[in-house]
């Protein structure tokens, strides 16, 4: 797994955002995969101003967002559906029907995992699948305990988990304790994977994921696995890993040999 550490948040949004519209003219049609919560905010932020200030289309791409509330009609505002709307959709150039989202507030949650996964295998599979991290170690909706090879499917959400996304409703009543996700295996199945972490709350979780053994205990070690994972923190995440002085020299020296084929 690749490690960079940058200096704040604003500097993590911005390597992230660079990493997308990279890849986006590229290929115009790529497929991304979007998480919610509060660390990508600045990074949405960040791909609104380059669509609005440097001509960033989003007119092709394909997205499938992370996970969602059971319960929670898509119009609610504390729903990831409502979320994406107000934090990146409606704001770029994408066409509606290239949006798939996960529909919580239906009857049939089966068929709903069954037909996101079908979805994605039409749409040629996710080329870089972008994640956020929990405290605990999850990733999307996939708690402790949940499977290494697991499919899109409902969890039950831990009280760590219920406490992190309490502030986003005004009636915690309403606050659902079930969700509908990705699962870890098809998250590992995204041909790249870019983990973004702030703050020293998650400095744990980070130092599991990266430097801990890879178990279900910490969904997000299962990045260890892929071939092509790169995770973008602050110094805050990365203060508790105990090799970020050697994290920093790899970067280094990949900079210095970038640096030295384009001069040659």
Known sequence: MRVIIEPDAAAVSNRAATRVADLIRRSPACVLGL??????LGFYAELVRRHR????????????SLDDYIGLPPHHSASWAAYMRRNLFDHVDIVPANTHLLEGGTEDLSGVCESYEAAIRKAGGIDLQI???GPNGHIAFNEPGSSLGSRTRVKTLTPE???ANAPSFEDL?????????????????????????LGEEKALAVREM???????????????LHPDATTIL?????????????????????????????TA
Do not use: N, W
């Open 131 to 133: 994640l956020g991290i």
């Open 173 to 197: 009543d309403e606050l659902p304790r079930l969700g509908i996700t990705m699962g870890v295996g098809t998250v590992l199945e995204a041909r790249s994977c870019l983990l973004l972490a």
């Open 234 to 262: 602050d110094e805050g995440a990365a203060s508790r890993l105990l090799r970020r002085h050697y994290y920093r020299d790899v970067e280094e020296a990949q900079g210095r040999l970038t640096r030295a084929a384009g």
């Open 35 to 40: 998480p919610t919560g509060r660390t990508p």
């Open 210 to 224: 990266v430097e801990g053994p890879i178990t279900a205990q910490v969904p997000a070690s299962a990045l260890q």
């Open 161 to 163: 988990t219920l406490e």
């Open 53 to 64: 200030e440097k001509g960033l289309s989003f007119s092709q791409v394909v997205t499938f």
